[in-house]
Each structure stands twice: as structure tokens, then as C-alpha cells.
């Protein structure tokens, strides 16, 4: 298996704008989480799936922020507008019952 | 609500040594416990994991951590590293609602020197 695939691996883009960062979990996983990481704050849950059901999002720092599982295999993390205080390093992860989570290699995020 | 704490933000040593990386964590419900490694400019690798059973857990490449309920503690050890095994490393918890959802220390850098 590719293990958990993210897209893109960097994005730069202006105050303002909207950005969708894009995940693909491993084949079977049925848990999908949204990950942040900042110098400031260490590694955030923002939000978790479970069989594509949102079932957490008290991380969400604000209403710009958005993420959906439409099916098994494909989530996004919306944010719009983005400010730059949103730059960071958003991960994306999987898991099946114990398994632990499984990581991509992330986003990297810079908002100008 | 689970919290964890890594006492050391960076851990020097030299190659061959011993190290423990410290967590301590504290929960008010059962807790599954986890260390990751994230080399830079990637993502984190899942290390090992205590969710039951004997409180030693060993990883592949000689890490082990030990579950100490009465301490409340997860340090991470291994007798003897190497140069590759420079990383930061992260401990974490899970309140069990689900293994993925997990709060996570601070991180502490391992530098191991030739």
C-alpha cells in the first residue's frame, strides 16, 4: 500500500484566498483525522471521520475551516478565507480499530 | 480531557550511548499510549504502542517504552543509538473513543553526534 497520500505537498497563496488540501487514506482504514502542526502549538486534532461521519470537530479553529469525506477514499480540508496566522503543516492520518494512526507526509501551508 | 508532557525539548548524545526520552501524561479515563517519530520535513511514523496487556512494548529497530500507571509515565529508551536515529520524537495518547485521536506532547528533539 502508498500508505496515506496528501495533495499538494506545498501550497503558497495569498491572504484571502481559498485552500484545499487533499487526502487519500489507506485502502480499508475507516477512521480519517486532520492533523496541524505549528511551532506554537505542536500537533492539533482539527477534525475525525469515522466511516466518512464527522464525528469531532471541536478543533476547528474557526468557521473558515471546513473538511468533508465524501466516500472511503478521498477527504478534503477547505479553508476560506485563509489568513496567514494558517500557515503550518496540516497531516493528514488513517487508522483501522487499533492500528494506531498512519500519517502522510503533509502540506505545507504558507499564506503571504 | 488527556494532556501530555515531554520533560526534555532536546536530547544530545553521542553514538552508541543509551537514551531516554521522557513522557508523562494524565488522564482522568484508560489511556492507549503511542510514540512517533518524524524525520524532517516528513511525516510521522508510528513507533510503538501500549494498549494493553505486558507494559514493556518493543519496536523493530531496538526502541522499547514502558507503561507506568502509578507514575503515569511512557519513556521512551534505547541502549545503544545511532546517528540515523536522529529525529523528534513525540509521544501520545488516545482516551480510547478512538486509537487515532490523540493529543500529543511537545516533542523532543534527538541528536545523536558521531
Known amino acids: 500500500d502508498a500508505g496515506v497520500i496528501q495533495s499538494p505537498r506545498h501550497e503558497v497563496t495569498e491572504m484571502g484566498q481559498e485552500v484545499t488540501l487533499r487526502c487519500k487514506p489507506i485502502?480499508?482504514?475507516?477512521?480519517l483525522f486532520w492533523y496541524r502542526q505549528t511551532m506554537m502549538r505542536g500537533l492539533e486534532l482539527l477534525i475525525y471521520?469515522?466511516?466518512?461521519?464527522?464525528?469531532?470537530d471541536s478543533g476547528m479553529p474557526e468557521d473558515r475551516f471546513s473538511a468533508k469525506m465524501p466516500n472511503a477514499s478521498f477527504s478534503t480540508l477547505k479553508i476560506q478565507p485563509s489568513e496567514p496566522r494558517d500557515s503550518a503543516v496540516y497531516f493528514c492520518?488513517?487508522?483501522?480499530?487499533?492500528?494506531?494512526?498512519?500519517f502522510g507526509q503533509g502540506t505545507r501551508l504558507t499564506v503571504v | 480531557a488527556q494532556s501530555v508532557t515531554q520533560l526534555d525539548s532536546q536530547v544530545p548524545v553521542f553514538e552508541e550511548a543509551p537514551v531516554e526520552l521522557r513522557c508523562n501524561y494524565s488522564?482522568?479515563?484508560?489511556?492507549?499510549l503511542f510514540w512517533y517519530v518524524q524525520y524532517p520535513n516528513q511525516g510521522l511514523q508510528l513507533l510503538l504502542k501500549y494498549l494493553s496487556g505486558s507494559t514493556l512494548v518493543k519496536s523493530i529497530n531496538g526502541f522499547e517504552a514502558e507503561f507506568n500507571k502509578s507514575q503515569t509515565s511512557f519513556h521512551l529508551r534505547k541502549p545503544s543509538v545511532h546517528i540515523s536515529d536522529t529525529a523528534e520524537y513525540f509521544c501520545?495518547?488516545?482516551?480510547?473513543?478512538?486509537?487515532?485521536?490523540?493529543?500529543f506532547g511537545q516533542g523532543t528533539i534527538l541528536t545523536v553526534h558521531p
Open positions: 501520545a495518547v488516545s482516551g480510547g473513543t478512538s486509537y487515532g485521536k490523540l493529543t
Open positions: 492520518a488513517s487508522s483501522l480499530g487499533d492500528s494506531g494512526a498512519f
Open positions: 471521520f469515522n466511516n466518512n461521519v464527522p464525528i469531532d
Open positions: 485502502s480499508g482504514h475507516n477512521s
Open positions: 488522564s482522568s479515563v484508560s489511556v492507549y
